[in-house]
């Protein structure tokens, strides 16, 4: 056995478990170490800082496949460049770019050699570093989508820069819940007149932050654009933030696991969301992430231990219950090899 990390809802966790990746306070500090042990007092400081989700160290099976698209030290220091350069926007001080092209290029480089690896967005957010982590997965999934939909490398760059900063205008408002949509003072005609004037980004990654609300069928906010009017990078990042905020915020305050918020996904196409680019979010994300507890259409349960780059609805499972007489071979179902089996449902943990 080895050891491992689980996303579990802070409901689920119990006394006992140790946390299983650093938890920073809004200045980049480690407030609480990979590997602190969950004591009530740590549990009721996690509910103070409005945790809803954290990483529990668990022992699990050799064979699980836990490769990760974006190595977690890549993603905590992009995230960290972005806090700084939020809170130099927040303290109206001038604003350091070079830490933005740099967090976008270190995902960009990461991703790129590792296109082989479906996604998976989860994290531990506070109130205070949500902002901040938000951005840094939608960056991760729009250079993803990017690449699917055939965007030269050359200008993946500017993709992401312009989904980092894709909700930098939430800052420059006093209360971006009272700005009111298709207006001026809305967060994203903010942050489109603030970056178009930075002439370190360009006017592609500007207009990220304009359009990011638009719909296809020319419902969303600020312009009621739809179509081709929309730029390809906006409808990526449209799509990237609302997978994001459908496994943070769920729906009706309730989050969602990553194949409940893929069937929303699915339930926008041709409205929300262009159809081409639904189906290459669908090739491209973490269906039923590893360690998952499904049962199939049979009857028989078991846990997802790998991934097909390009079938996530096709994993790979363990089975439960194999008595030793057994074959070995029997424990292991391969979807991808058998298209009668299907998962029904995931269980709990």
Not at 95 to 114: G, T, W
Not at 156 to 183: E, M, N, Q
Not at 241 to 252: I, R, S
Request: hydrophobic share 35%; with cysteine; aromatic share 6%.
């Amino acid at each position: 056995m080895r050891c491992n990390m689980r996303y579990v809802d802070m409901e689920q966790a119990e006394l006992g478990q140790l946390l299983g990746r650093d938890l920073y306070d809004n200045g980049g500090r480690i407030l609480l170490k990979s590997g602190t042990k969950l004591y009530p007092s740590v549990i009721s400081k996690l509910k103070q800082l409005q945790v809803s989700s954290l990483f529990i160290l668990e022992e699990e099976a050799e064979d699980f496949d836990r490769r990760e698209l974006v190595a977690a030290k890549t993603k905590d220091e992009a995230i960290q460049k972005l806090y700084e350069t939020f809170n130099q926007v927040r303290l109206k001080q001038d604003m350091d770019l070079k830490s933005v092209h740099h967090a976008a290029q270190i995902l960009l480089d990461e991703i790129m050699n590792r296109n082989d690896y479906l996604l998976y967005l989860q994290d531990i957010r506070t109130s205070d570093t949500y902002l901040p982590i938000h951005s840094v997965n939608v960056c991760i999934l729009s250079i993803v989508l990017g690449q699917r939909s055939n965007i030269p490398p050359i200008k993946l760059k500017d993709l992401a820069v312009g989904a980092l900063l894709h909700d930098i205008g939430k800052i420059l408002v006093d209360d971006p819940t009272l700005s009111t949509p298709g207006k001026s003072n809305h967060h994203t005609w903010k942050g489109f007149e603030f970056l178009r004037k930075k002439f370190e980004v360009s006017l592609l990654s500007a207009h990220v932050c304009l359009q990011h609300h638009e719909n296809i069928d020319g419902t969303g906010i600020p312009r009621g654009a739809s179509g081709s009017e929309i730029p390809l990078f906006s409808q990526i990042v449209s799509m990237a933030n609302h997978y994001d905020h459908l496994l943070y915020h769920g729906k009706e305050d309730h989050q969602l696991l990553p194949y409940e918020a893929c069937e929303e996904i699915m339930g926008l196409a041709n409205r929300k969301f262009d159809i081409q680019l639904v189906q290459h979010f669908l090739h491209s994300v973490n269906v039923y992430p590893t360690g998952t507890h499904v049962q199939l259409n049979t009857g028989e349960r078991g846990t997802v231990i790998s991934q097909h780059k390009g079938l996530p609805t096709r994993p790979v499972i363990r089975l439960h219950e194999v008595t030793e007489s057994e074959n070995e071979n029997k424990k292991i179902v391969d979807l991808s090899k058998l298209p009668t089996i299907f998962i029904d449902h995931t269980l709990p943990k």
